[in-house]
Structures are given as C-alpha cells and as structure tokens.
Nanobody, 120 residues
Framework: QVQLVESGGGLVQAGGSLRLSCAAS????????MGWYRQAPGKQRELVAA???????NYLDSVKGRFTISRDNAKNTVHLQMNSLKPEDTAVYYC??????????????WGQGTQVTVSS
C-alpha cells in the first residue's frame, strides 16, 4: 500500500498563487511516476501535470506557463506551484502515483484530494 498526503489547497483570488504538496509513503517502487490531476464539479478528472518515466514533464495546455511541477525524490514528495490562478482552475486536486516494474504498470494510488478555489 501507498499513502499519499496532500496539502496546500485553499481559497485565493484570481491572479494569486498556491503551492500544493504531496508526500508519499509505503510500498513505493524504485521506478514510479507522480503527478497531479484535478476534477471540477460536473467535469471529468483531468491530468494537470505529471512526470513521465523518462523524467520529463507533461502539462495540461491551459496551465502551461503558469503551473510548475517539481519533485524531491529523496523525500518522495511532489509539488505543484500554481501561479496566475484563474477561476477556471477551481477544482479538487489529486495527487497520483504509479508504480512500475520493468516499465510495466503494477499499481497506482490516489490522494484524498485538496480543494483549490479561485475567486474572481
């Protein structure tokens, strides 16, 4: 089992910034990826930013240039720095971890989610 604990959500005005953090613990494989998804009311969950197995990053088009994902491998933590926030960024943000064995996905885990609300 893997536990993902998120923090850093909250209420912010448009144009403001927030930094989300996710700390992973438990049965974490040496090959794993971590990322952030979000889900707004009435909408499907979508990828916001994530690391690939090769170490590169993927971003949702609408957050490129505003959000930055970073990772501390020694601490098994991932952060999402969100700048120039917009009301449409309002959603519950979820941390996600995938364990791989020889490039094959073995299992994946989700955090409990943290609410981000951006007021106009």
């Amino acid at each position: 089992q893997v536990q993902l604990v998120e923090s850093g959500g909250g209420l912010v005005q448009a144009g403001g910034s927030l930094r989300l953090s996710c700390a992973a613990s438990g049965s974490i494989f040496s090959m794993n990826t971590m990322g952030w998804y979000r889900q707004a009311p009435g909408k499907q969950r979508e990828l916001v930013a994530a690391f690939t197995r090769g170490g590169s990053t993927n971003y949702l088009d609408s957050v490129k240039g505003r959000f930055t994902i970073s990772r501390d491998n020694a601490k098994n933590t991932v952060h999402l720095q969100m700048n120039s926030l917009k009301p449409e960024d309002t959603a519950v943000y979820y941390c996600h971890l995938i364990n791989y064995y020889v490039y094959t996905m073995v299992n994946d885990y989700w955090g409990q989610g943290t609410q981000v609300t951006v007021s106009s």
